[in-house]
């Protein structure tokens, strides 16, 4: 067991609010770390089909064995359990009663916008960051065998095989998860859509091809889009609202929550089959701009991330807003620095008047130039 970077959030919010929500993907340590922060609060998981018919059958029952509060695991299971929550919510002076985990956000923030609103304090539990993988071992050999073994803990905790695991994972969530939230009929036809959209990462969004290739309508290509948002498989990177009288792309990119699972979707399964892979550099891409999202969002006030292009094809990768400053980040997948991977920082500091930025790369030296834009290895992007 190891302490996660999101663990000072949680505390902080347990000082806030009277109740905690700790949502991300499945598998990625959410009940562990509510355990770990609150020990002493009795856990229940409405995966438990006894408990679950309990809370749905009577719910006050359910809810008065915890006079001190509890932890529930997979509370978007039963929905009305909430309006209850919210009576007990309202009569206590306690912080950090009750703590509800969950692995689909809609379901989740749903349940809650509708009933504990202002009473509730959410915390993102993602992946592994860089620095969480070096506390379960010492080093990452190469940024191809991080790519290929993602950021969920058990592949480390437990030493899984990425190649065995991940097929596992993709066939339970589509199975149990998605289901949960929609009932589609042809799961074959839901997992060829999330292959396509694994092999789009880094890409704008594009509903009509999307829709073309798998064969789908439009409105479904947005609903299904909006489960894989929700169940944290991807997200939608904005595009930057400044415009320096250039006329900006508008539509988002995509990018997964784990390259781990991507590259098992791509059918990549070993290091080898990676670094021949023409996916290659759009995964370093998913990797790092996943890696920088999941440092922010472990943050008490993260920045807010973005990319910009303009119709002339000039872009930066990632745009780090804190609200002061803009902060632009260019990333290759290149392990040998050249200084044609400067080109769009240039440009951009001459648009913006701003100086500096950072460039990430594939290699493992990191240092500053001159021009105060910083060299990075993938392995420093913290």
């Not at 006079?67 to 919210?86: H, M």
């Not at 990462?201 to 290739?213: K, P, T, V, Y």
């Not at 250039?246 to 699972?261: E, I």
């Not at 620095?337 to 594939?362: A, D, H, K």
């Amino acid at each position: 067991m190891i302490q996660r970077d999101a663990e000072k959030k949680v505390r902080l919010y347990a000082r806030q609010f009277r109740a905690l929500a700790i949502v991300g993907p499945r598998q990625s340590g959410k009940t562990t770390l509510a355990r770990q922060v609150f020990p002493r609060k009795p856990y229940v998981s409405l995966e438990d089909p006894d408990e679950r018919t309990m809370a749905v059958e009577d719910p006050r029952y359910f809810l008065k064995r915890f006079k001190n509060g509890a932890i529930i695991d997979e509370a978007q299971r039963v929905p009305d359990l909430f309006s209850y929550l919210q009576g007990l919510l309202d009569s206590t002076r306690r912080n950090a009663l009750f703590v509800l985990t969950g692995s689909n956000h809609f379901m989740l923030n749903e349940s809650i916008s509708q009933s504990l609103a202002g009473r509730i304090g959410y915390i993102d539990l993602l992946p592994l960051t860089i620095s969480e993988i070096l506390r379960f071992s010492r080093s990452l050999s190469d940024a191809d065998s991080w790519m290929l073994s993602g950021g969920y803990p058990e592949v480390y905790d437990k030493k899984r095989n990425p190649a065995i695991w991940y097929p596992a994972y993709i066939r339970t969530y589509v199975e149990r998860d998605v289901r949960l939230i929609k009932n589609i009929g042809s799961t074959s036809l839901f997992t060829k859509f999330l292959r396509i959209c694994a092999g789009r990462i880094g890409q704008l969004i594009n509903l009509s091809a999307i829709s073309n290739e798998c064969g789908i309508e439009l409105k479904t290509v947005q609903s299904w889009l909006s489960i894989l948002e929700s169940s944290f498989i991807i997200f939608l990177l904005k595009p930057h609202h400044v415009n320096f009288n250039k006329r900006l792309v508008k539509s988002p990119k995509l990018y997964f929550y784990d390259t781990g699972l991507a590259c098992s979707l791509l059918g990549i399964s070993t290091t080898s089959e990676l670094s021949l892979s023409h996916f290659r550099g759009s995964l370093f891409e998913n990797a790092i701009v996943s890696e920088k999202l999941k440092i922010e969002n472990n943050k008490l006030k993260g920045a807010q991330l973005f990319f910009w292009r303009d119709n002339k094809g000039v872009e930066i990768d990632l745009l780090s807003d804190t609200g002061r400053k803009v902060v632009p980040t260019e990333i290759k997948s290149g392990s040998t620095f050249n200084t044609s991977f400067l080109q769009n920082l240039v440009r951009w500091n001459e648009l913006s008047g701003n100086q500096g930025g950072e460039l990430i790369y594939g290699g493992n030296k990191t240092y500053e130039l001159s021009t105060k834009i910083k060299v990075k290895s993938w392995k420093d992007v913290g």
